[in-house]
């Protein structure tokens, strides 16, 4: 069984910085890509940013390229997400998730784990 658990988010204002992590549990955590998505209050989940398996490529929605950075240390099963320059729209739940192979996708489909979600308010 997989677990993953996030971390690290809070009240900010816009403009400041936040670095969200999720801790997987599982042996073969290295064998699979990881996303982060996002969902705001009466929308649907959305991609944010996935890394395939060795940390190599990373792919992101296009509103928050430039400003969050993803990446993961297979040694400690952690996946990051470094989140500058915050926005009020980026406030939403942040969830990290395991992909069901090592191709990062942006679907939720495509990803059989999920941890519990952590909550980033970012304030104007």
């Known amino acids: 069984q997989v677990q993953l658990v996030e971390s690290g988010g809070g009240l900010v204002q816009a403009g400041d910085s936040l670095r969200l992590s999720c801790a997987a549990s599982g042996r073969t955590f290295s064998s699979y890509a990881m996303g982060w998505f996002r969902q705001a209050p009466g929308k649907e989940r959305e991609f944010v940013a996935g890394i395939s398996r060795n940390g190599i490529n990373t792919y992101y929605t296009d509103s928050v390229k430039g400003r969050f950075t993803i990446s993961r240390d297979n040694a400690k099963n952690m996946v990051y997400l470094q989140m500058n320059s915050l926005k009020p729209e980026d406030t939403a739940d942040y969830y990290c998730?395991?992909?069901?192979?090592?191709?990062?996708?942006?679907?939720?489909?495509?990803?059989?784990?999920w941890g519990q979600g952590t909550q980033v308010t970012v304030s104007s």
């Open positions: 998730a395991r992909g069901r192979s090592t191709i990062v996708s942006t679907s939720t489909t495509a990803y059989d784990y």
